[in-house]
């Protein structure tokens, strides 16, 4: 989301969200769920962008049997970093590091593991563990590090505790 767009994000996003309910395919409304949580979280709604990507994630997420896949772990895990970075924002400490818990679980799927750190970072400045957070911090990669600066850039106005 681009930095002072709030509004236009929350139209696209709201945009994208009608147009993947009408195709009734729960794979392209957890896609159209990643934005919607971005603009419901940039405009301080953070419980129902949290429950958003949290009831989308489980949309997608194929029962268990045997060795059946887990279904899309990338858009999954997003949903989930989502979800917990929006809990962060609530300040709810439990439900946040749950959420990053699982993330983590679908970064052994496929998904990303820097990504989880990169979140684990911006959760814990939310939550106002700074000192956690300069620690994770200067053990991420290059990579991790470019991710917590865009999710900093892109978090208007929080200033960590």
């Given amino acids: 989301m681009k930095v002072d767009q709030g509004e236009l994000a929350w139209l696209a996003a709201d945009r994208g969200m009608a147009a993947a309910v009408a195709t009734h395919d729960p794979w392209a409304v957890a896609v159209a769920t990643v934005p919607l949580a971005q603009a419901l979280r940039y405009g301080g709604r953070r419980q129902p962008a949290m429950q958003a990507a949290v009831v989308a ?3 997608i997420t194929p029962p268990r049997t045997g060795d ?3 279904g ?10 989502q979800a917990a970075l929006a809990a962060a924002g609530r300040g709810n400490e439990s439900v946040a590091r749950e959420l990053l818990d699982r993330a983590e679980g679908v970064a052994d799927e ?25 620690v994770r911090h200067e053990r991420l990669t290059a990579d991790g590090r470019r991710r917590v600066a865009v999710a900093a850039a892109r978090a208007p106005g929080r200033v960590p505790r």
């Fill in 68 to 70: 059946a896949p887990s």
């Fill in 57 to 59: 994630a489980h949309r």
């Fill in 72 to 81: 899309d772990p990338f858009l999954r895990g997003t949903l989930l970093l």
């Fill in 110 to 134: 496929g998904f990303g593991r820097a990504a989880v750190e990169a979140a684990r970072v911006v959760a814990e400045a939310a939550l106002g563990d700074v000192t956690a957070a300069t």
